[in-house]
């Protein structure tokens, strides 16, 4: 799983691309939405974990109208504020939340692989299995 970090400052993007890489993703960081997009089109994410702040205090036009940032799923990250602290309104889009003084490696995982996961349908265990035999037709019943 290819995870795209982006923040607004390069210690801060750098910082979340090693916790992630930690936890077990491959990471890529990007500071901005601009350097985001070029990055984005670079590695093609499965999921952008963003810093919060960027979320929230910076316009997003470019980011929803780009080819492959606005088809991926987007984990708010941060360090200061949990996810019941978040505005409301600001919340659209995003596809979870992290906390990252609170959430150890697994959860991590978690919450990157099922905000990847979201969007696929799969079918049960043994749902697309056929019998080794075809049924009769309606014409054989008679």
Known sequence: MVVLCVARHLYLAQHLARVLAQAGAETRSAV???EARLVAADCSPDVVAADYDVLATLPLNEWEQDDVLSR???????????????NALDVNGIAGCLYLPE??????LRVLQAAVERGTVRAPNGALSWPGRSLPHAAELK
Do not use: F, K, Y
Not at 77 to 83: F, G, N, Y
Not at 103 to 108: E, K, L, R, S, T
């Open 103 to 108: 959430v150890g490696a697994p959860g991590v």
């Open 72 to 86: 991926r799923p987007v984990i708010a990250v941060s360090l200061t504020r949990r996810p019941g602290e978040s």
């Open 32 to 34: 901005g939405l601009d």
